[in-house]
């Protein structure tokens, strides 16, 4: 069935934002598709008049390092993020976390401006970029602006972005260096919807001597209706010695703290209490073993 | 319409095509390059797979235009211009990874793109790189081995050996690994499944489904749609011909509902337009007015004194069917009994999800060179189909021609009428063909499942750990309409002693209407869901007892002289105990000092045990017999028609086999010709794991008439006596004369003798339930052992291996054969631990791919077969049936070996993990939800 009349590849930001404002409305940016044209076809949105593809503005498909940071574009695919050495050693949560989304097919062509525009409360992608501390570019309203990446998300499936108006450019953050690391893990129900009963990514700094977290971010998710951080759990670590003792309190603290619903599709509030503490307690202690070793090696890549 | 620049296997195409389109459309409906596939536009099946510039997509959601300029290679393009096969093509032939044949393409273009990139891929990155491409028939084996000799064979190495199972005594033809039929075309893209065929002026077809699960249709408008351009008919129940009433074993389905819509997947009005999008928005254009009704959503409330009667002409009310088996004194054999067990299992309703959605195409006489009004479909029962069309639409059968077509999978899941009925109509009202293809969506709301069950049972032996007594209560989730709930209840019902010897039963089961889809036919037929109750009661009374649950068995299974608890005594072909001992004999030495359960830090890991029969053919005093026509021809070929199906089990290179063997012909001068309701001899359905035996022996049989009319001719010819003539390669000999069979037959032609023999083969008489005697021909037996992974901390389960015996009677293609096994275990891991079709009080949750989990290759166990070849002396050189044996025993086989490594007992499938991890915290020992019971 058809789902849209007009098909636009425009080859800058300033095309893309004039077309968008030609249709008024009736057109939608899309980059892979793999969420928006499954929605379409699901008449989760009407017929768009166009669809407005942005993956091939140069902007938005480099993947640069400069110093310490790394810029992802937008419209870089999930696979591209996978095989890209400098986000495998130094970003290695985003990885891990774009690597388990779909199969391949849907990892070529899917993006992560995408996962982000999509604001599912536990998108894998966005899950890391929480405790990455990203920061998103984006054109809203026809201003160029840079917004820290939780406040992209108003609700579940709502972003701060209007795709028939705005279009998200790319992202921003700060790599890991020696003493930090970061990993992702989930658990998914092996039936219905390919949803995670729980995600959880970690970035963490320890000190020179690697015995004590100097800093911490955890993202949870799906607990909220955005993706967020557990700031009380990140208290809990700093400054505190890097041991499993600390790890255990962290976990009581999150536990207390969060209180993830039954879902009915996804699990019952009881189990996704027992996975905070199954995902908190795996995935900080690799992310430790990893600031300590300076080895990262993705962990669940294409098979979660 | 805009230019499109793309280059499509080497060769630049400028398109001048709507914007709208993807690049599936593109590739099937512009360029005619219809080897892609399209299994549910969701980009979750991976079976549209291609390659741009390398990179394998799904092109069902891939737009078009995003492709311009860029390299697409398809399916089509993988083979070179002179023919030759490329290594991945070859290979997936060699190994028998090709079955119905419809995600060849896909998994073949996914690991193509794979070996581009990877010269040497082990098991893990060639799962990393199908995960997302799904098989629902071969269970993966074959194709991991397949991609891992074609990357041998591209390094340069050579080829890998083909795994190919042991058998005992192979023949000519017979018990040999021949490729089977169609595979080149297959491999190649070039194979057509119904969807693939395209007329001129050809219409095409939706239908518009009913808006409630229960209601009373108070009016129906179709106007609007009538008068939007493009549309040529809007049909509704006032334009059915005939009798607006169709059905298998019962009519009770409305070809177009008039009055009552009794579940969501009701047909109210079928469209016929210029194009498909013209069809969808004419069905939003038809105005229907409902009274909501009370809705029927389980089948114990259907038994209740408050529910609505769904059916008021069905004389037991929402009781479709009371089936019961009476065996022996029920009381004195629990009054016998040391230990008794009892115990409430639930099954879910499950979904076929054959790759290929339903399709049927529909073409008037008189046109595109057909005489008469024919339907093209891949349809299990062509014959039955024909006549169901004909009484629709008010004809008499002869006027009515079905031919099928190849066919994506089907599992049980196409026997029933879909959209044959509809195409038929709308070819006749508008004199043009008509497609009627339905998209994954609708397939999943509308065909049959397999039925949700309410078992309980309850099981007693003494301490010496004999069986002494069986009472079980079923009941199943008949759905809307009769379909086959009453054969396949009938067969839970019947084979819920399990295969042991049981001297008292006492079992009833209740088959109900619902207003949930109906339930029907499904690889197992019932026997799937008794035996999950039957082998988990097994395991429970071994442990009370006290007796190993291996010891258990073996002590109880049925052997030559039992009389199964329908009054049946075995006389022949009782394999069970000899899978049950190569299964435990692997199971035992597979790590040196076995264990059925340990620990190693929060992994648990248990082996589980579980046996299964299951009867081959229809049984229960109903005629099974097959008709076949071989004919020799002057090219030294022959043919050999029969009207019964392949959907990928491989029962055309059965036929093909029993044909070359009994004229001692090479297997490639064999043609086969199926389904073609003028052109082939009735078969009967493909359903009970019947055809090889039935359709088997009908070919051997005519063949070998065939053969004696040959060799009185060959001896006349050759002027010696026809005892002394004797079949080799094609020629018939006698001591140095010779003729050839091409040559004999030009001989006949020109005697004015036939070269044609047509033959009905009837089955053994059977019996019906209750009146003692054989109720079935023959049964097939197996044995399964499972070994499982259980995450102590999550609760996730992972089936690490699975060891198989099977008792087949012979394999008459061991590596297809073992492909039916692979593919019937990976199966079934789904119905115990992913698949579960939801419908929430009449309305389906399960309304799209993405909401239902099947087993994809990352789930593919390591898989050891063991055949067993117990002959039965009717069947085919000792054949009896494969299709579901393979796929009965492997959850209980699974939830045994839970047990064993958790302590938890699983009542309720597919296991969840949610409520294991609980059970396993809060220290209770039995689990009776599942995930959707989640509140």
Known sequence: ?304 | MSKLDITVNGQIHHLDIPESRTLAQVLRYDLGLTGTKIGCEEAECGICTVLINGTPVNSCIFPAFKAQGREVQTVEGLAQDDGELHPVQQNFIDHGAVQCGFCTPGLMMTATALLNENSDPDDHAIKVALKDTYCRCTGYASVIAAIKSAASEMRGEGSLPVNEPDVSEPMHAISRSVPPQHVREKVTGAAKYTDDYVFDGMLYARTLRAAYPHARILDINTEQARALPGVVAVLTHANVPGENLHGLVYRDWPVLCSDVVRYMGDGVAIVAAETEDIAAEALKLIEVEYEPLPVVGDPKFAHSHEAPILHPHHPTGNLLKHIKVRHGDIEQGFAQADYIVEREYRTPTVEHAFLEPECSIGIPPGVAGHEKLTILVGSQIPYQDRNQIALALGLPEEKVRVIGTLIGGGFGGKEDITGQIHAAMLAQATGRPVKMLYTRQESLIVHPKRHATIIRMKTGATKDGKLVAVEAELYGDGGAYASLSDKVMTRATTHATGPYVVPNAKIDCYAMYTNNPPSGAFRGFGVTQSAFAVESNMDILAEMIGIDPIEFRRLNAQKVGTTTATGQVLRESVGLLETLSHVEQDMMSADGDFHWAWRDGHKAYAWGLACAYKNTGLGGGAPDRAEAEVEAFEDGSVEVRVASADMGQGLAHVVAQCTAEELKLPYNRVRVLLCDTDLTPNGGPTTASRQTFVSGNAARVTSALLREALTRSAAEFLDVPPETLYYEEGLLRHNGKSVELGQLVGWMKGNGLSSKVRHEYHAPATQPLGTGGDMHFAFSYATQAALVEVDMETGAVKVLKIIAGTDIGRAINPLMLQGQVEGGIVMAMGNCLTESYIVENGVPWTNLFARYKMPSIKHAPEIISHLIEDRVSTGPYGAKGVGEICSINTSPAICNAIYHATGVRIFSLPVDQDALLRAIRAGQTEVYTAWHDVR
């Open chain 1, 1 to 304: 069935m058809k789902l849209w009349n007009h098909y636009h590849t425009p080859h800058s930001i300033d095309q893309a934002i004039a077309l968008l404002n030609q249709y008024q409305g009736k057109a939608k940016v899309v980059a892979g598709g793999t969420d928006l044209i499954v929605e379409l076809r699901e008449g989760h949105h009407p017929i768009q008049e166009a669809l407005i593809d942005v993956t091939q503005i140069p902007e938005l498909t480099r993947l640069t390092t400069n110093n310490n940071e790394i810029y992802v574009g937008a419209g870089v695919t999930h696979s591209q993020i996978v095989k890209s050495a400098v986000l495998v050693a130094r970003a290695t949560c985003l990885v891990e976390s774009c690597g388990v989304v779909g199969g391949p097919q849907v990892r070529n062509v899917g993006t992560l401006g995408g996962n982000v525009a999509h604001a599912l409360p536990a998108g894998d992608g966005t899950t890391s970029l929480v405790a990455l501390d990203a920061k998103a570019e984006i054109i809203m309203s026809g201003q160029r602006r840079v917004v820290p990446i939780a406040e992209m998300f108003r609700g579940p499936g709502q972003s701060l972005i209007d795709s028939t108006r705005d279009v998200i450019i790319g992202f921003r953050f700060v790599l890991c260096s020696d003493n930090e690391a970061t990993a992702f893990k989930r658990i998914m129900r092996p039936q219905g919807v390919a949803l995670p009963i729980l995600g959880c990514a970690i970035w963490v700094r320890l000190n020179p001597a690697q015995t004590h977290f100097e800093a911490a971010r955890v993202s949870i998710a799906p607990i909220g209706p955005t993706p967020g951080r557990a700031a009380e759990v990140e208290a809990i670590l700093i400054g505190q010695p890097a041991t499993d003792t600390i790890i255990e309190q962290a976990i009581e603290t999150a536990l207390q703290i969060l209180k993830p619903r039954t879902s009915k599709y996804r699990a019952t509030g009881d189990y996704r209490k027992e996975m905070i503490a199954v995902l908190l307690r795996r995935t900080l202690q690799l992310a430790v073993q990893r600031a300590r070793t300076g080895q990262a090696v993705p962990e669940g890549i294409g098979m979660e």
